[in-house]
């Protein structure tokens, strides 16, 4: 599955800078204007754009301009793809837990409350 | 909450590369002896422990010696902190969307199959 593995990995690259994961913190609020988003960062326009471009690479982000303003936006699923590989790396103990804790929410949900 | 920032930094920038990637995804079927997990990686020893490394100081592995033998395991729950980032950066249309999915779910569960 090399597509999967590149989509992990430029999602993990992408996110391993604690700029852009800002970047993803902001959108996941709101989308926003370039120029608005860019004044909360402290850096020149064009190493903040640099980013947007990395993020944009990355799939996470998508971007559309109207008029004169570019408003970018986080991809609804984009970070789906981490969930995935996070999933597949659960022990087979975590998987026990979870089958465990399954088992007894619906033991629970019959008993009387 | 910066301990909780510094440790999603670390968790994304050790998960960043390939290798370190792989090292997970090994461990996550079975601990390993260091000297056969190294075998699966084409590259030095001492590379090959950097990285080891890098994973420990970001609490996704541990390792233990017994006699002469030190093994590597992942963490139980070492990944959890990226899983906590990842759902806070759900968009508003993603909560929607889960809220609806648990709402059929549970309609789904109700009527007769």
């Given at each position: 599955?090399?597509?999967?593995?590149?989509?992990?990995?430029?999602v993990?690259?992408?996110?391993?800078?604690?700029?852009?994961?800002?970047?993803?913190?902001?959108?996941?609020?709101?989308?926003?204007?370039?120029?608005v988003?860019?004044?909360?960062?402290?850096?020149?326009?064009?190493?903040?754009?640099?980013?947007?471009?990395?993020?944009?690479?990355?799939?996470?982000?998508?971007?559309?301009?109207?008029?004169?303003?570019?408003?970018?936006?986080?991809?609804?699923?984009?970070?789906?793809?981490?969930?995935?590989?996070?999933?597949?790396?659960?022990?087979?103990?975590?998987?026990?837990?979870?089958?465990?804790?399954?088992?007894?929410?619906?033991?629970?949900?019959?008993a009387?409350?």
């Open positions: 599955m090399p597509k999967y593995r590149d989509d992990v990995d430029r993990l690259r992408a996110l391993a800078d604690p700029t852009r994961r800002g970047i993803v913190e902001r959108l996941a609020k709101a989308p926003a204007a370039v120029s988003l860019a004044e909360s960062f402290d850096m020149s326009l064009p190493s903040f754009v640099q980013h947007l471009g990395i993020l944009t690479d990355a799939g996470i982000i998508t971007s559309e301009k109207t008029g004169r303003v570019r408003t970018v936006s986080l991809r609804p699923g984009a970070l789906d793809v981490l969930h995935l590989w996070l999933d597949e790396q659960r022990t087979d103990a975590e998987r026990r837990a979870d089958r465990l804790g399954i088992h007894l929410a619906r033991h629970h949900e019959g009387p409350s």
